[in-house]
């Protein structure tokens, strides 16, 4: 199995959603990082289920850094990060250990690992196991922002109802950047949030698309052929459960244009800095960021885990049945979800800033 994603900077996972804890290393940051844990809390806060419209399942996410950091600095060597699960309740999976629940991933690692896979919560196949990714994510966005790079997600579609688009986009993303439920217009949050709690009433669950913007990148940055932008960015961004679909810029709203709307128009300002009057193609051209704001979209499936009677097998007898999910689940995940992706992201271009101007560069 493949638990280690990055070449220059690297991040590699551990745990299952009802084992001991959530493993996360980060290796290849440079010494001399400043490394807050009160950042990292408040990041884990937003990945959390908080309210009605979450899951009852509520883990402090008290982490521990176990190497790496030293009074207060990265040392250079791997950092190891473990976040203990304190709130499991594994009997409530006991009973389906054969049961295929569908849109998870149950009966693909069954096919995987014969039967020796933790299913419990769904093992490592859970949303549990994007807490490390956020807790070693909030290191590099805390790196990056010293480089002047600031990355923020709002909800931009949940249920069907739209949130407005980026406007003043480096300081929105300091706006949402303090938010719990990312939205740029609250009028259009209290009906997303409206939304989630209808499904939940229904014993159903909602999906959604999340909208990232990332500014200060450098133009230049990006390794083609296979390692551009896009390419880490969605090879990353895909490892997160619940992603379903990624696109750039205009992304398949391509399909509909013609060339001379799709293309951005090139200017120079008096300071001399080449920039495009639009940004249809997210910053990124062949693979390598031109300067402009990143611009991505994720979308987000609804919870798999839903009340309703659903059909499904039970793979060990090879017979047909029905049944209905029992435990602790979330209506929606996309407001938890968006923190992961911005910690992704973070990822990766630490990594690819690293491979070009070298590890230092970071500190």
């Known amino acids: 199995m493949k638990d280690t994603f990055g070449q220059s900077v690297s991040i590699t996972l551990a745990g299952e959603s009802h084992g001991a804890g959530i493993v996360a290393v980060l290796s290849g940051m440079a010494p001399g990082i400043p490394v807050d844990e009160d950042f990292i809390a408040a990041q ?29 600095f990265t ?14 309740k594994s009997k409530d999976y006991s009973e389906i250990a054969a049961t295929a629940r569908p849109g998870h991933a149950d009966y693909t690692a069954e096919c995987k690992y014969h039967g020796f896979q933790d299913y419990r919560g769904g093992g490592h196949f859970s949303g549990r196991i994007t807490a490390g990714i956020v807790a070693a994510g909030a290191i590099c966005i805390s790196a990056l922002a010293k480089k002047g790079i600031k990355i923020g997600t709002h909800i931009a579609e949940c249920a069907g109802i739209p949130d407005r688009k980026f406007e003043d986009t480096e300081n929105e993303i300091d706006f949402l950047n303090e938010k719990l439920f990312a939205v740029l217009d609250e009028k259009a ?31 230049g940055i990006g390794e083609p052929y296979f390692d551009g932008i896009e390419s880490q960015l969605a090879h990353i961004l895909f490892s997160i459960p619940a992603v379903k679909g990624v696109e750039f810029g205009a992304g398949f709203g391509f399909a509909e244009m013609r060339g001379s709307e799709a293309n951005d128009p ?37 919870t798999p885990s839903i009340s309703l009677e659903q059909e499904t097998v039970d793979f060990k007898k090879a017979e047909n049945k029905n049944f209905v999910i029992t435990g602790r689940h979330d209506p929606a995940i996309i407001h938890r979800a968006r923190v992961v992706v911005d910690s992704a992201a973070a990822i990766v271009l630490c990594d690819i800033l690293a491979q070009r101007f070298g590890t230092d560069w970071l500190r």
């Open 266 to 302: 090139l200017r120079i300002d008096e300071n001399g800095r080449i920039f495009t009057k639009t940004n249809n193609n997210g910053g990124i051209n062949g693979g390598i960021s031109n300067g402009m704001p990143i611009t991505f979209r994720c979308a987000i499936k609804p």
């Open 189 to 219: 949050g209290e009906k997303m949030e409206e939304a989630i709690l209808a499904a939940k009433n229904e014993q159903d669950s909602v999906g959604g698309i999340l909208e990232t913007a990332i500014t200060g990148v450098p133009a």
């Open 75 to 88: 040392t250079g060597t791997s950092i190891a990060i473990i976040i203990r699960n304190e709130n499991t």
């Open 44 to 72: 884990l806060t937003k990945r959390r289920p908080a309210g009605a419209i979450s899951t009852s399942r509520r883990e402090g996410d008290k982490f521990e850094i176990l190497s790496g950091v030293f009074n207060g």
